[in-house]
């Protein structure tokens, strides 16, 4: 899962020429689920998001205040192009949640937002819609979050990293081995 977070003095959401949902002060996250996100990644990134710290304190002081520290408003949108693979200069989206499953995901994540903070103060724009999302942002303060984050350690030897062209996957194992060859000859076994 992916998210760009923003620090706003306001955001909307227009669909067919209508504003469909506004903040003032707040943040705006744009949301991209990936086919392999479950709830764990979901709770991870709604705390993440509710408890980062973009805004000042009541003395000044950068980077002190969460969202809910300060009784902001969060605007959400889903993105799927976030869970973007370029092969060449063609954006490939095989990462992304189908619609069909993400759609639920998305309502999820709002519903543990909303949870988690004051339901009144979290909005959304429509899933699956074409959508023009006016977002003014403020500082520019603009914050990338992934869960797991990106060279997390991890438990699952299936977990799968992309080449440097980011179309071929091999696994951390194939990968580790290839590493160890290209640093240390030696590794190889000898017979």
């Not at 003095?9 to 744009?30: D, K, N």
């Not at 000042?56 to 949108?77: A, F, I, N, R, T």
């Not at 709002?110 to 903070?117: C, D, N, S």
Request: aromatic share 6%.
């Amino acid at each position: 899962m992916k998210a760009v977070v923003q620090r706003v003095t306001r955001a909307s959401v227009t669909v067919g020429g209508e504003q469909i949902s506004a903040i003032g002060r707040g943040i705006c996250v744009l949301l991209g689920i990936s086919l392999e996100d479950t709830q764990k990644e979901l709770e991870h990134m709604v705390r993440k998001v509710l408890n980062l710290r973009v805004f000042e304190d009541e003395g000044g002081k950068h980077w002190s205040k969460s969202v809910m520290d300060k009784q902001y408003e969060v605007l959400c949108v889903s993105q799927f192009t976030l869970q973007c693979v370029l092969k060449g200069n063609k954006p490939d989206f095989h990462l992304a949640m189908p619609a069909e499953q993400a759609e639920g995901f998305y309502n999820s994540f709002l519903e543990q937002l909303r949870r988690a903070y004051r339901p009144e103060l979290i909005k959304d724009g429509k899933f699956g819609a074409y959508m023009q999302v006016h977002i003014q942002n403020d500082g520019p303060v603009t914050i990338e979050l992934e869960s797991p984050a990106p060279g997390a350690a991890t438990s699952d030897p299936k977990q799968r990293y992309c080449t440097r062209d980011e179309t071929d996957c091999v696994s951390s194992s194939v990968t580790s081995l290839v590493m160890k060859l290209i640093v240390s000859p030696s590794a190889l076994p000898h017979s």
